[in-house]
């Protein structure tokens, strides 16, 4: 699962339960205490461990794990949380999970991950 701070409320995006069930919804709160599930299925399917980024006052999906542990490279963007548009369905980046990404000087940097095949990632990809 992804948490961001997005327009004054946190929110909680996919994940994975303990029991394997994936999540494509969206969880929000504005104190971290109360949680509200403001959307049961986003575009982008069931998947965990994608990054999600705040840029320019837009949310940015990147990659994850679908179900049975398959690596994703697509990045989605969303203006208010809840209609969702893919940007790619197979950016330059092998598709991958648990990687990180920020956003930095104008610019996304993303940085590692796994394939789930067990292969770690040290590469360092940018949007420029």
């Known amino acids: 699962m992804s948490y961001v701070v997005f327009r004054g409320q946190i929110l909680l995006i996919g994940g994975i339960t303990g029991l394997a069930e994936y999540s494509n919804g969206i969880w929000a709160s504005n104190d971290g205490l109360n ?8 575009p982008w399917g069931q998947r965990y461990t994608s990054q ?16 049975g542990n398959n690596p994703t490279n697509d990045v989605w963007v969303s203006d ?49």
């Open 35 to 42: 949680w509200a599930q403001i959307v049961v299925g986003c």
């Open 52 to 67: 999600v980024v705040v840029a320019n006052e837009k949310l940015y999906l990147f990659g994850g794990f679908e179900p």
């Open 80 to 128: 208010d949380g809840s209609n969702w548009s893919q940007l790619t369905a197979s950016a330059p980046w092998s598709a991958r999970a648990q990687h990180r990404v920020v956003w930095f000087n104008n610019t996304f940097v993303l940085m590692g991950g796994n394939d789930g095949a067990g292969t770690h990632n040290n590469e360092v990809w940018t949007s420029v």
